[in-house]
């Protein structure tokens, strides 16, 4: 046992292996209780963003774009103004955020995010967003 964490030390010391430094109460971002809608908030040079991921799909899903090479149909975007688009992605938001009870509300920096057990629905500051859910998604 003594080598194996010496080992480890070692690693970790070289940069070899790297543990997780952001906590999960440091992500901007929450869960549905079911566990299948996941939102997360992003602000960067390029502006501030707010994306949901479902895990589970069971809704039909537009065609594909011909320029997404990418997972299509589960992942939607918005900024601060402007209307909300299905995103072409080749990642998940998908992580241990706080859970978003049924009957909630979530808000951050001009988002609003209401969750329910028909869904989740999100609005930006122009009043565009979707509702979502395993069974349907609507963008307005």
């Not at 065609?63 to 090479?69: E, G, N, Y």
């Not at 995103?87 to 938001?93: E, S």
């Not at 565009?128 to 609507?138: D, F, P």
Request: aromatic share 8%.
């Amino acid at each position: 046992m003594k080598k194996i964490l010496g080992i480890v030390l070692v690693m970790l010391g070289f940069g070899l292996l790297s543990l997780p430094t952001t906590a999960a109460s440091d992500l901007i971002g929450f869960q549905t209780p079911s566990k299948n809608i996941h939102c997360a908030g992003f602000m960067d040079a390029s502006g501030t963003t707010l994306r949901c991921d479902i895990l589970q799909n069971n809704a039909k899903i537009p065609v594909r774009p011909k320029d997404c090479d990418l997972d299509y149909g589960n992942a939607f975007e918005m900024t601060l103004k402007g209307k909300s688009v299905r995103g072409c992605v080749g990642d998940t938001v998908a992580n241990a955020y706080p859970i978003l009870q049924y009957g909630t509300t979530w808000k951050w920096a001009g988002f609003v995010c209401s969750s329910s057990t028909a869904g989740v629905r999100c609005v930006n500051l122009s009043g565009h967003g979707w509702q979502i859910s395993k069974s349907a998604q609507t963008l307005f």
